[in-house]
């Protein structure tokens, strides 16, 4: 099994709405990343857990939550979002935190907040 | 810090030429260096990677790419183009020194003609 599995694919929200993004994999991989990905751009880091403990956080404002409740799963929990939040939220996961290890991707989840 | 640039950032082939995606990288220390491909709708798959081996890579789908220290390069090519190969082409680099992060270009996108 080398998926990574995020729900929901599609999300709308309003600004004012509390939801959240889910990823799960089954693979082992003891580290998992959150990427933006806007229109026509590469994904950008927003998160990396290693061994279930937050290691990155790139200066994401707090309207977004990360949470790793334990090695195969990781949330983004989404509370009063802007309309520039919307993106391709897209997960990853790899076998451990080193640099040269490769990433497998989720297909995404698409949220338009309005 | 690390940084890549890829030159073009839509490139048109006809069905059966060969297939060629510049990338050129910056970094302070020996890097790693990827290649991922993202089809319409859909996450990013590795199609290869550089991590200090052999400086010619092989990778799936027919793709290849050879690392040249001396030109700080790592271009990507297919000799024959397929229609399925249209899609999002994203190279990486990632080093020590920038904290185990991966620093992505800002992306080809190919279009293959019959």
């Known amino acids: 099994d080398t998926e990574v599995t995020q729900t929901p694919k599609h999300l709308v929200m309003g600004m004012t709405n509390k939801k959240s993004l889910k990823c799960e994999q089954h693979?082992?991989?003891?580290?998992m990343y959150w990427y933006k990905q806007k229109a026509k751009k590469p994904p950008e880091l927003m998160f990396v857990?290693?061994?279930?403990?937050?290691?990155i956080n790139e200066s994401v404002p707090s309207r977004f939550s990360p949470e790793c409740p334990n090695s195969s799963l990781l949330n983004l929990h989404l509370h009063a979002l802007q309309p520039e939040d919307s993106a391709l939220y897209l997960c990853?996961?790899?076998?451990?935190?080193?640099?040269?290890?490769?990433?497998?991707f989720g297909e995404g989840s698409r949220l338009t907040v309005l | 810090a690390q940084s890549v640039t890829q030159l073009g950032s839509h490139v048109s082939v006809s069905e059966g030429a060969l297939v060629l995606l510049r990338c050129n990288y910056s970094?302070?220390?020996?890097?790693?260096l990827f290649w991922y491909v993202q089809y319409p709708n859909q996450g990013l798959q590795l199609l290869l990677k550089?991590?200090?081996?052999?400086?010619l890579v092989k990778g799936i789908n027919g793709f290849e790419a050879e690392f040249k220290k001396s030109e700080t390069s790592f271009h990507l090519t297919k000799p024959s183009a397929h229609m399925s190969d249209a899609a999002e082409y994203f190279c990486?680099?990632?080093?020590?020194?920038?904290?185990?992060?991966?620093?992505f270009g800002g992306g080809t996108r190919v279009l293959v003609k019959p």
């Open positions: 990853a996961s790899s076998q451990g935190g080193t640099i040269d290890r490769e990433l497998f």
């Open positions: 693979m082992g991989h003891r580290a």
């Open positions: 857990y290693s061994y279930e403990k937050l290691s």
């Open positions: 970094s302070s220390v020996p890097p790693y």
């Open positions: 550089y991590t200090s081996a052999a400086t």
């Open positions: 990486a680099v990632s080093d020590r020194a920038a904290g185990n992060k991966l620093t």
